[in-house]
């Protein structure tokens, strides 16, 4: 079983549409919990940390359930620059090491 | 802004040749990492450090070595590049601590062809 598993995707939305993400996470001794942002070709950017109570950032809020060992992005309102995959990442323990799922794909069209 | 700087975007290099990754980082980071990205696989870490002249291997370390001699630099090294290495590295660096909640900034990517 992979540590961070996420929702395989594509994900093929309208303009406008509200679009969720689904993240697991294998180790529950595990710290810290992020979402990056990859467009094609480019290097992961952070988009935004999960902290326990929830957090939201515009349209973006992020969610996590330590019993469950689950962490959630919600996109509302979705724009074409959207288009990107988001990577659930989590921080073990361990020196900060971060452990990447393999991305969803999200794709707007107009 | 943190500036992650790798030393190729695009890189050919062939079977058996000795190459070198350079990564350099502005924001006197003690924490530095090597990534490489495949299809399907995600990121997977090869190695790490955490100040000068430490190194920690990471989850796929065969085939690699790194050098950190500078606070701001940390070199991936391939000794004998093979086909199976072709592939998206990727250099992060960020503040230090086991438990901070800094996250990693990224370099552009060097996309490696071994041929």
């Known amino acids: 079983r992979k540590e961070v598993e996420q929702d395989p995707g594509p994900f093929n939305v309208p303009e406008g549409a509200t679009v969720a993400f689904n993240c697991t996470y294998s180790n529950s001794a595990s710290q810290s919990f992020f979402w990056y942002r990859q467009d094609c070709r480019k290097e992961p950017k952070l988009l935004m940390s999960?902290?326990?109570s929830g957090n939201e950032d515009g349209r973006f809020t992020a969610q996590l359930n330590r019993a469950s060992q689950y962490i959630s992005l919600l996109i509302r309102d979705s724009k074409l620059s959207d288009s990107a995959t988001y990577l659930c990442v989590v921080r073990n323990n361990q020196g900060g090491k971060l452990i990447f799922g393999q991305g969803t794909e999200l794709s707007v069209k107009p | 802004d943190v500036k992650v700087t790798q030393s190729s975007r695009y890189l050919v290099k062939r079977t058996g040749e000795k190459v070198f990754l350079e990564c350099v980082q502005d924001m006197d980071h003690e924490n530095m990492f090597w990534y490489r990205q495949d299809p399907g696989l995600g990121l997977r870490l090869i190695y790490f450090?955490?100040?000068?002249?430490?190194?920690e291997k990471g989850d796929i370390p065969e085939g690699y070595s790194v050098s950190r001699e500078k606070k701001e630099r940390f070199s991936l090294i391939l000794e004998s590049a093979s086909t199976n290495q072709t592939s998206m590295y990727l250099c992060a660096s960020s503040y230090p601590g086991p438990l901070s909640n800094q996250p990693q900034h990224f370099g552009d990517g060097t996309r490696l062809s071994i041929l």
């Open positions: 450090s955490y100040d000068v002249k430490m190194k």
């Open positions: 999960v902290y326990s």
